[in-house]
């Protein structure tokens, strides 16, 4: 969950730090005083688009900065870490930071590490859930219910929908080869002109393996000859040369032999020494042997260069070494043979093709059945929330259609089907409000109030499958009061339960559900405007509730309503735990 979150310089905040907490956190104030400008800061803290207007008026650059602390090691974010070569420990804790400069720089960082944006939104996602009036609209994009229905069958579905990618890929990558291979025959004999040059190039040449580095190798020796000569000839000097220090070592092995006569211990080391006298008298002799075959060639030192010189020139074009300039070669051979026997090539690719996209079709079939049996559950699931929001006349279906292909498309029961990453079903959300009419699409049927509630519905199924540690509520009760507006708040503190929600809202009901209330106000001081964070004890909050009752002067009618808007919050709260 999110724990701290620290933003400085950023629109019209200077400065300010907030502690959160499990539950349900409640933000409220008046309006433009910048609750929306903190959920914009935590969007940008998980990769949202950044602007340079976000910087405070006369700052350098805006920081905004988030500790995040993940209990379940199986979290999703541990594995992303390690895919993106970001290091998260075992103690779960991760640090955010986003900085945007006033020139339009955008510095990401992931516990310290230096990432691209994309990768922090990637991280981010895992971390919060962020939903606003604006979100909302996601809803009506048909595209993604499928997306939504698969996160709700996700356990059941993991495993089939990863097969069948792994065949959709293999199969797509086949079609494109065959499509490649038939283009037209002009191409192709270019093509194949342009393969047989570059492999008569590499095969003239007579690359032997690693034989870059075998003559760089050489060519370093050459090259120190000199430097390796005189170090040689050193050594052999000190031992058996002017300086005598094998002469001085048959001394001491003297002295011990004279000693080993009359001490049974002196002999022990005499005996030693010797050992270690006559191997370095042999190597004495090794180096010397090495000396005398020692020859400096400057013709071969030409010829290494010479072919180097012809190695680096095929590197240019074909690889970043011998290997792998080889290995194109192997590639080339291969596609040569492919277009010189294209017919042949051709009918083993359909064959493969038709192959590939009979087993794809079996686990997108398989795919299509788990997601109708889903559908019915989420259906039923979702009328029992709708029910809870006061849409208790609404129903709700989930429509799965198959996605028609063309000629030439795999074939299930005749008709040819269109194959996607995510199978051959299209997903669309239906609903109606009103009872006798038809089942519609979402965005055809539903009022601004009716998605808030519906949206309310699908997050309270779908936030212990998303795995997310906080989801965000920004302003989606806006439209509602009354009876809906309580029922709402009961739904979002459901969504709070045993995870972290932080929800901007502007309803008392929601307020009173708050297990940790904070209060946004801004300021104006030497000219300049801030914003400031408090939280709220509860007669603080019972005043701020009363105020959000009225919109004006409080009365001491309003707070008492306040007082029992947070004692039913409490004893739903103790009925629910």
């Known amino acids: 969950m999110l724990t701290e979150l620290s933003i400085k310089d950023f629109a019209i905040i200077d400065e300010i730090s907030i502690t959160f907490n499990e539950g349900l956190t409640v933000l409220t104030g008046e309006t433009g005083a910048g609750k929306s400008i903190i959920i914009d800061a935590v969007q940008l803290l998980t990769g949202g688009r950044g602007s340079v207007e976000f910087v405070r008026y006369g700052a350098k650059k805006a920081d905004i900065e988030g500790l995040f602390i993940i209990d379940d090691l199986h979290h999703p974010i541990f594995e992303k870490g390690r895919h993106f070569g970001v290091d998260i420990n075992d103690d779960g804790m991760i640090v955010l930071q986003r900085t945007i400069t006033a020139n339009g720089k955008s510095i990401c960082r992931v516990n310290g590490k230096l990432v691209t944006l994309a990768i922090l939104k990637e991280l981010g996602k895992t971390l919060i859930d962020i939903h606003s009036q604006h979100e909302t609209q996601s809803l009506m994009e048909v595209d993604r219910h499928i997306e939504l229905l698969d996160l709700y069958v996700r356990d059941e579905l993991g495993q089939v929908k990863s097969d069948y990618l792994r065949l959709f890929e293999k199969f797509q990558a086949l079609r494109k080869r065959y499509r490649e291979l038939s283009e037209n025959e002009q191409e192709m004999v270019q093509r194949l002109d342009l393969l047989e040059f570059q492999l008569k190039e590499i095969q003239e040449a007579e690359l032997s393996p690693m034989e870059d580095e075998t003559l760089s190798e050489e060519r370093d020796k050459l090259n120190n000859y000199e430097k390796i000569y005189q170090g040689i000839h050193d050594a052999y000097n000190a031992l058996y040369g002017e300086q005598k220090g094998l002469d001085w070592l048959s001394l001491a092995l003297n002295g011990l032999e004279s000693a080993s006569e009359y001490d049974e211990e002196s002999a022990s080391k005499k005996e030693e020494f010797s050992n270690h006298y006559y191997v370095l008298e042999e190597f004495t002799f090794d180096l010397r042997n090495f ?33 792998e300039i080889l290995e194109y070669a192997a590639e080339v051979e291969d596609e040569i043979d492919q277009i010189t026997n294209r017919e042949s090539h051709l009918s083993k690719l359909q064959n493969q093709i038709a192959e590939l996209g009979e087993d794809a079709l079996l686990e997108a079939r398989h795919m299509h059945d788990i997601r109708k049996k889903a559908a019915e559950t ?4 979702i009328h029992k929330e709708l029910k809870d929001l006061y849409l208790e006349k609404a129903a709700f279906g989930v429509d799965i259609q198959m996605r028609r292909g063309k000629e030439g498309d795999p074939q299930l029961e005749g008709v040819p089907v269109s194959m996607q990453a995510n199978g051959f079903d299209l997903v669309k959300f239906l609903i109606t409000t009103n009872p006798g009419e038809p089942l519609k699409e979402i965005n055809k049927v539903a009022s601004g109030g009716e998605l808030s509630r519906i949206m309310l519905a699908l997050k309270k199924i779908f936030s212990k499958h998303q795995g997310v540690t906080s989801v965000i509520f920004d302003e989606v009760d806006t439209g509602v009061s009354g009876r809906v507006a309580q029922a709402i708040a009961e739904k979002i503190h459901g969504i709070a339960t045993g995870s972290q929600v932080l929800c901007i809202s502007h309803l008392p009901q929601v307020a009173s559900m708050a297990d940790t209330h ?38 001491e009618t309003t707070k008492e309503h306040a007082r029992e808007l947070i004692k039913l919050a409490e004893k739903f709260k103790k009925d629910q735990g």
């Open 291 to 323: 000396l005398d075959s020692m020859e400096f060639d400057p013709e071969r030192l030409n010829v290494i260069e010479s072919r180097l010189n012809e190695i680096n020139r095929l590197k240019k074009k074909y690889g970043q070494s011998v290997t």
């Open 378 to 381: 989420l259906s039923d699931s």
């Open 518 to 555: 904070l209060l946004i106000e801004k300021h104006v001081s030497d000219e300049r405007t801030s914003t400031s964070v408090v939280e709220l004890d509860t007669e603080s909050s019972v005043e701020e509730i009363s105020r959000m009752i009225t919109g004006a002067e409080m009365t």
